[in-house]
């Protein structure tokens, strides 16, 4: 198992620095994002999160991701109880053991693709030609080995993707948090994106969220969200 969700629950307050609703938080509505979720990933398998948009997604991928803790519950990571660690323990978590892609790619475009892909590893502390090693590596195992100088600008899409997911495995994670990784491509940009996805399961756990098909199709196992509660989990 490399995480676990027991009874998960993350509500959020609405209106957070609204005068119509008092001073007193426990006075403003709130709006339960996950209730009572329960789910273990284990490595080698990818889990497709499937369900409509506000149904709780993204909330269970940051909490999944430590960037974010339950309200209730328990979320673990690599044997560590996100909610028990500081900020920066979870930074640290995060940097060894998770990779995140998300939707918009979120690259950062003054740098090159090479750059973009070797910033975790400077955050690691790695050394700069080891950097650049692993960072070209990683390029060409998304088949960019040709676009390494370009920047995110020059790059389409589908290629900017591609950099996301090369950054995203610059640490050797355990785990791969995808956000909707296709809902910004085209059809055959996103089935060449699943394609270097259902690469990257062997001794890793993926799990990705979506609502379109081809993504959950990849999937080993798929679990079904309704209103932030789990209405089916593949078994
Ligand atoms: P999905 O990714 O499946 O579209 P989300 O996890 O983004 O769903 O959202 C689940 C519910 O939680 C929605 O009702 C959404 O409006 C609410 N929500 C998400 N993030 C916040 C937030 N930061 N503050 C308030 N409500 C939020
Ligand atoms: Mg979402």
Redesign the pocket.
């Known amino acids: 198992m490399i995480a676990d969700c027991e009874n998960v629950t993350?509500t959020?307050?609405?209106g957070?620095n609204s005068r119509f609703f008092g001073s007193s938080s426990n006075d403003r509505p709130t709006?339960?994002?996950?209730e009572d979720v329960s789910l273990t990933v284990h490595r080698g398998e990818i889990i497709g999160?499937a369900?409509?948009?506000?149904?709780?997604?993204?909330?269970?991928?940051?909490l999944l991701a430590a960037l974010d803790t339950p309200t209730d519950g328990t979320v673990t990571v690599d044997g560590k109880d996100t909610s028990t660690l500081s900020g920066r323990e979870r930074t640290r978590l995060r940097l060894t053991t998770i990779g995140i892609v998300f939707q918009r790619f979120h690259l950062l475009p003054a740098l090159s693709a090479k750059s973009n892909v070797a910033l975790p590893l400077v955050e690691q502390g790695l050394g700069k030609r080891a950097r650049h090693d692993r960072a070209t590596d990683l390029l060409e195992k998304v088949g960019l080995g040709d676009r390494a100088t370009h920047k995110p600008g020059e790059l389409s899409g589908g290629e900017q993707q591609r950099v996301a997911i090369a950054r995203a495995l610059a640490t050797d994670p355990d785990l791969i948090i995808a956000?909707?990784p296709t809902g910004e491509l085209d059809t055959e940009t996103a089935g060449a994106i699943l394609e270097v996805f259902e690469g990257l399961a062997n001794d890793r756990a993926v799990v990705v969220?979506s609502?379109d098909d081809p993504t959950l199709a990849i999937a080993d196992r798929r679990i079904d969200?309704q209103d932030?509660r789990v209405v089916s989990n593949g078994d």
């Open positions: 993350r959020y307050t609405r957070g709006v339960t994002a996950l999160l369900g409509p948009s506000g149904s709780g997604k993204s909330t269970l991928l940051h956000d909707e969220a609502h969200l932030g």
